[in-house]
């Protein structure tokens, strides 16, 4: 409810019934007029342009009538009507948290000692309640397990379903991830590999990555899980001016393993909205380039930043571990959460799927789903 407002001929005042005061400018306020001549009812697509506003909009008039805002625009002498509601959801007249490195609402960034997210494979499939709480878990912390799924190869493109579509690469719609003879990715073999992101030669990155395990029974083989978030809030408080330099400029990724491929990206380690919003961390050894965007009087500061980040990274106190079973996987958000994998020995065999999905299509399924039952969204 508004309780009154006052305006002049570029902007609008209101006092909001708890209290609250807000301005808004003539010209957001024309932009985002709620008529059927400026948004699409069915779709609630903008058919105007910015070109069709006039440049001198102004406002005439504004009165609270029923709790709500109505406003008269001039030149087009056009009157428009603001729920409350609406108004105190779009308010944007407010102290900004300009910290740099800060992490967007809804993050929670962890590390060992949490207990891994987890879904069941038959409750997310059958309970809308228990799906929506697995794709919440993955907005939140970047990553969840799904366990007591099918062995049956293939089963990670029905997980990818859940939420969206798969996102098929030069590597095909999957890739197998066991040992071979000639491997043309050293994720194919037995060694170890430190904690990275995937595929940070792409541009854009593959957002979500779905590893589903067939048989675990070699000697090691365990998961690991890093929180490229929590790593870099690290960093930020060790080392500003380090963090500084991995965000400012930009690292340079390259895979030319096969044939007829060649992908190359420039693009920040730590990488930053235009106001400081944490917003994905790429961090790879084997596929990183030669780094040549970065100042020559900064090289070495750089290096020494990409070090600290690397052992901070590399620290048993940052990983969530654990060994999938058959019919278990997990996901990642790949633009934030590292995984890893300990060495495994040629005793017995492992053989995991993975494939690449995205994230906005999980982001979205889960924020539908909240629309849609209000009730028990936390
Ligand atoms: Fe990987």
Redesign the pocket.
Known sequence: MLRSATHDPSMVTIDFANGTQSRFHAIWLRDNALDPETRASGNGQRLITIGDIPADVSISAAEVVKGDLIVTFQPEDKTVTFPASWLAEHIYDRDRDSEIGRLAPGITTWERGIDAPCGDWDAVHANLTAKRDWLAAVAEYGFAKLTDGPTEPESLLKVADLFGYVRETNYGPYFEVRTEVNPTNL?YTGLG?QA?T?NPYRDPVPTLQILYCLENSAEGGDSIVVDGFRAAERLRDQNPVGFALLAGYPARFEYKGSDGVCLQSRRPMIELSPDGELIGIRFNNRSSAPFVDVPFDQMEAYYAAYRQLGEIIDDPAMGVSFKLEPGESFIVDNTRVL?ARLGYSGAGSRWLQGCYADKDGLLSTLAAMRMAQPEAAE
């Open positions: 994720a590999l990275h995937d995984h």
